[in-house]
């Protein structure tokens, strides 16, 4: 009995000993990974210990996706020793040389550890292309060229090579304010193979779009998945007895385990160009192909006064999306007595090839208040060929259109709205004017019926003619009591004008630009302006005319701008207001 006293108290006694001599340890299962690839880190503390490490110093640089513990006895030749061991799974958030720090357990701390993790698994680090691999899952990724114009686009295209299958797959691209990307079309999936393995390609093309020139550095795009656990990890995690027993038991999907993984390439590295000092006219369109059409309705090019004349352009561009091109009303240069109206235009882009084709379809009403033969000038669009690097245009031919005197019907007494303002004619027509039909005069004298019949149509015709006039005179007074505030009146409170302004005093010609077009839309609520350049030759004050433009000019160019002018410039603006008098009359002759 005293021999098991003795015994038990000496293995005590050994037990402290050993936990006072405690020693913690830190190691990895390899010191070079690749991008995406799992590492096991296992801590080990000599002797006796019911605390856990601090492992959170590892977030810095690694994402913890698990651990395990464990702990063993052994008693050698009377000599007692134990160790306890924790197993951290971890996934690096970047490549290049990655550092695990001394980490504290017990009040002690392990030496730190240098490990690498190379790019692009399976990747040329200078090219981004496939190298060969030996990956069961890689990415690559292509840019059509490094030197794109600003505001150009061009495509990437990322291709996933994967010999296992995949779950939980994702796709992320970091968003950069100085690049705008954007998914071109549907993934398309194919077959490959590599190094006498065959491989499921899966193929995903991004439209990028540069909003400043120079350098532009990207975050590439990253895969996170779900794949099958081949290091023998699985859901048991290292004890063989109960991993073998469920092996040959060859129960699918009960005990095979998965392990996430992150793959992506090296940044993307873009160097914008500027707009080249050859390029010409006021729009900027950086594109590989630009094709200008017409169509004209009626295609005699003769219309009466008061008649539209359709004008339906289509402006095509390669290598740009709709939105880029510009407003084609502005485009057409018109003589003072042919006025426009445009359409809401119709905006579509589609993937063609490697690149994008934009496209931008508008109809535009032409209409005469005189008659006579009209001469409209051509239409001249200049562009830039990104494959040439030279100026080109586009050009429509100048046209001639036959305007005739405006026709009267044979039922109707009264002439149209154009045609009686054409002849200075102080009455307008009225749904009642318009249904009295021209009576037959009775040179002998005979039927007095007709004579009755005249005298209650002029006496209704005087009726119309003194409620018009009544009408007419209390319409301003209605007009001035419904009128809203102008705009000029809340300008200074606008949002938009508050931040245009905190940009022209910081200098920022991109935030500028966009709240300056916020702006305009507030004065502008039914037409707002899609560009700068509208917007400049909306304005009355030359002077805020050549600011905006000189802002236009900088976001193109990225040139040193000065935003003290325009600020000055807009507080003397004064917002149009709404009149009756100008009402366009579009619908009531689209109606006739």
């Known amino acids: 009995m005293k021999n098991k006293y ?64 464990g702990s063993n006895i052994q008693i050698i030749n009377g000599h007692i020793s134990s160790e306890t061991q924790v197993t951290v799974f971890l996934l690096p958030k970047r490549d290049g040389a990655l550092l695990i720090p001394p980490l ?12 690498s993790v190379n790019g692009g698994s399976g990747v040329n680090p200078q090219t ?90 990207l975050n590439s795009p990253t895969l996170d998945a779900q794949i099958a656990d081949g290091s023998g990890d699985d859901f048991f995690g290292n004890n063989a007895m109960f991993g073998n027993i469920f092996k040959q038991m060859q129960i699918p999907n009960m005990v095979t385990s998965t392990r996430p993984i992150r793959i992506h390439v090296k940044p993307i590295v873009l160097d914008v160009l500027q707009r080249p000092t050859a390029a010409k006219g006021e729009n900027w369109l950086p594109a590989q192909k630009v094709t200008l059409e017409e169509t004209w309705h009626p295609t005699t090019m003769t ?75 051509a239409v001249v669009l200049h562009w830039w060929d990104t494959i040439n690097n030279s100026d080109r245009e586009v050009t429509l031919p100048a046209r001639t259109i036959n305007v005739l005197p405006a026709t009267s019907t044979a039922n109707n007494t009264v002439l149209p709205p154009t045609a009686a303002t054409q002849t200075n004619m102080p009455v307008q027509s009225s749904p009642v004017m318009q249904q009295v039909a021209v009576v037959p005069s009775d040179k002998s004298g005979g039927d007095p019926v007709w004579r009755w019949i005249s005298l209650v149509l002029a006496l209704l015709w005087l009726g119309t003619a003194a409620a018009w006039w009544r009408v007419r005179r209390q319409i301003p007074r209605t007009a001035n009591k419904s009128t809203p505030e102008s705009p000029q009146q809340t300008l200074g409170t606008g949002a938009s004008l508050k931040a245009l302004k905190r940009a022209c005093q910081d200098n920022d010609v991109h935030a500028a630009r ?54 000055q410039t807009l507080s003397h603006f004064t917002a149009p207001t709404p009149s009756l008098k100008t009402k366009p009359t579009l619908p009531a002759l689209y109606a006739k």
Request: with cysteine.
């Open 128 to 217: 981004g292309q496939a190298a060969d691999t030996n990956d069961h899952v890689f990415m690559t990724a292509t840019l059509e060229q490094k030197k794109p114009y600003v505001q150009s686009t061009e495509v990437l295209t990322v291709r996933i090579y994967a010999d296992q299958a995949l779950s939980q797959a994702t796709m992320d691209f970091p968003a950069s304010s100085d690049v705008l990307v954007k998914q071109l079309g549907n993934d398309v999936q194919s077959s490959e193979t590599r190094n006498g393995r065959d491989y499921q390609v899966f193929e995903r093309k991004y439209l990028l779009t540069p909003q400043r020139s120079g350098k532009i550095t």
């Open 514 to 567: 966009q709240h300056l077009l916020a702006w305009a839309g507030t004065v502008w609520p039914e037409a707002p302006p899609l560009g700068l350049n509208e917007l400049a030759g909306r304005m009355t004050d030359d002077t805020l005319a050549q600011s905006i433009r000189q802002l236009d000019r900088a976001c193109y160019t990225g040139s040193n701008w000065q935003g003290e002018t325009l600020a």
């Open 104 to 115: 504290q357990w017990d009040g002690q701390q392990t030496a730190p550890i240098t490990i």
């Open 6 to 69: 003795f015994i038990l108290t000496s293995l005590l006694a050994f037990g402290l000993i050993s936990s006072a001599h405690a020693a913690v340890s830190a190691r990895v299962n390899k010191n070079d990974f690749t991008s995406g690839e799992r590492i096991q880190l296992q801590l080990q503390h000599n002797g006796r210990t019911d605390s856990q490490p601090d492992i959170s110093p590892l977030r810095d640089n690694f994402q913890i996706l698990g651990s395990s513990s």
């Open 303 to 377: 219309i009466h006064v008061g008649e539209p004349l359709t004008r339906h352009l289509h402006l095509s561009a390669l290598g740009l999306v709709g939105n880029q091109l510009p407003d084609l009303n502005t485009l057409m240069s018109l003589p003072q007595d042919i006025k426009s109206y445009p359409d809401k235009a119709s905006v579509t882009d589609k993937g063609q090839g490697d690149t994008v084709l934009g496209n931008r379809d508008q109809d535009i009403a032409l209409m005469a208040t005189q008659p006579g033969h009209y001469q409209l000038p």
